[in-house]
């Protein structure tokens, strides 16, 4: 075979090269497409989907833990007036989001309806006590009357409290606080989740995602309504985002998240801040922002959510949020533990405090592709607020409004290894399967063009005069 024909032989060879490059550059677009398709017809509630069975039950297990903020100089406190002085006691762990949604019911609009039983088990091994371990803390009958009995009827509380043998304080056990006991003064029943279990938080409306994937998870209605009844304002009652658990696939990392939590009775938004390993799988973490409790002077969005005007400095007040609106008018303000990020006052009010970012901030943790909440820490703390009085005898030595702290919540759940291993195989060894595929395709078809190319051109240079010639 002569030169010219080897020549030829290498044009082909580099003519097959550039096919197989341009044959992996294709697979690029189409990978892609492929994955997205995937990712999203497995995003969409419904039946048969991924996405479908960890939304009716969560896979993961979630706890929520209390920590007690235990009253340390009750005494001084009605007798002088001194300031309360608290020591942080807990976690005291209970298992919760263990009952699957029920009455899932799929409407023509793509959404589903459900409810969503709450129930809670104490767990002895994540506990530093009992339930049966008690704790100074403040008394909510005492407290709420403040605030509900008008004060033109504060004689008749102050003869209610005396006859009741109450006062501002409470010696009682970790599962009455939680859970319920039967309140002296009021012959009822109070706690500060009562009543909790056998209870439904809903009727909840999602979208299923199946007309717009980009809806997926997001709240249509919640208790039948598309927006709330607590802040008489278009803004603050606007209901947003999904309920956490999951968000719409293909996350940016440079918009923030929304999600409703009806804890707080409102919408809030996280935003990223860095990305994470979490058992092999690349998360973003988002989490809440400084400015979600700030004072209005701070941020004016949220000047619909101040309520009172006396226990918030005439809304100068950054930490702490009224609630009282969603609480049948009882003085519940809700705050990050330990006030994190709240005005100095609120911590120079009550010491013992220690805010921590690392401990006290929430998080969640979002495998980008998928859209799933892989990983959260839910971290609020209840609060309850009081005042001065001239009529009531523990309140006279109150120098101030009051946002006094009881407890706080971590609600939390992580990936468990099963579930990352099936994540890891079923979605992430298929893509990484096809990167490996066109990375080949295009890596080996540019080689072999290459190769081919500077070859024939090295034959050509050799015999520039040669003709084609067969046999």
């Keep these: ?8 032989g290498l044009i082909a060879g580099a003519v097959f090269g550039a096919v197989v490059a341009i044959l992996g550059g294709v697979l690029i677009p189409v990978g892609d497409s492929i994955i997205q398709g995937t990712v999203e017809k497995e995003a969409v509630i419904e039946p048969g989907t991924t996405a479908y ?7 993961a297990g979630v706890y929520r833990q209390f920590w007690f903020f235990d009253v340390q100089n009750a005494q001084e406190i009605l007798q002088d007036g001194a300031t309360p002085v608290v020591v942080e006691k807990g976690p005291y762990t209970y298992k919760t989001r263990y009952l699957a949604k029920e009455n899932i019911t799929f409407n023509s609009n793509h959404t589903a309806s459900f409810l969503l039983p709450v129930g809670a088990i ?7 006590g009992s339930e049966e371990d008690k704790v ?13 009995v008008p004060k033109v009827l504060h004689f008749t509380l102050e003869n209610w409290i005396k006859t009741s043998n109450s006062s501002l304080f409470q010696y009682r056990t970790v599962n009455e606080l939680l859970w319920g006991y039967t ?6 029943k109070l706690g500060l989740f009562y009543p909790y279990n ?5 009727i909840f409306n999602v979208y299923t995602g199946k007309e717009d994937i980009s809806k997926v998870g997001l709240i249509d209605r919640w208790r039948g309504e598309r927006s709330l009844r607590f802040w008489d304002d278009k803004y603050c009652d606007m209901i947003n985002g999904t309920d956490a658990s999951s968000f719409a696939p293909f996350v940016d990392k440079k918009t923030p998240l929304y999600f409703f939590s009806s804890d707080i009775c409102r919408s809030v938004s996280a935003s990223y801040e860095e990305t ?13 922002q400084q400015d979600t ?3 209005p002077t701070v941020n004016p969005d949220n000047s619909c959510f101040c309520r009172d005007q006396k226990a918030t400095k005439n809304c100068t007040l950054a930490g702490a949020l009224d609630i009282s609106s969603c609480q049948d008018g009882r003085p519940i303000f809700i705050s990050l533990p330990h006030f994190l990020y709240g005005s100095q006052y609120l911590q120079d009010a009550v010491k013992g405090l220690d805010p921590s970012q690392e401990h006290h901030v929430t998080f969640l943790d979002v495998e980008p592709t998928t859209g799933f909440t892989l990983r959260f820490a839910k971290r609020i703390q209840v609060n309850m607020m009081y005042g001065p009085s001239n009529v009531i005898t523990v309140f006279k030595k109150v120098k101030d409004y009051t946002i006094f702290p009881l407890v706080w919540m971590n609600e939390t759940a992580s990936l468990d290894d099963e579930t990352a291993e099936m994540i890891k195989e079923e979605l992430f060894s298929r893509i990484e399967m096809l990167a490996i595929v066109w990375k080949a395709l295009l890596g080996s078809g540019v080689a072999i063009f290459a190769l081919c190319s500077i070859a024939s051109c090295m034959v050509k240079r050799k015999s520039p005069k040669q003709a084609c010639v067969h046999g």
């Design 198 to 202: 056998g209870t439904y938080e809903g």
């Design 276 to 288: 994470m390993d979490l058992k092999g799988i690349e998360v973003y973490r988002f989490t809440l």
């Design 1 to 8: 075979m002569g030169c010219c024909n080897r020549r030829c």
């Design 136 to 148: 100074t803390s403040l008394n909510l009958a005492v407290a709420a009357a403040y605030s509900l």
């Design 53 to 59: 069975g960890n939304w009716v039950a969560a896979g």
């Design 122 to 128: 104490f767990e002895p091994s994540m506990s530093v």
């Design 293 to 295: 409790l700030a004072s």
């Design 183 to 188: 309140d002296p003064m009021l012959k009822a």
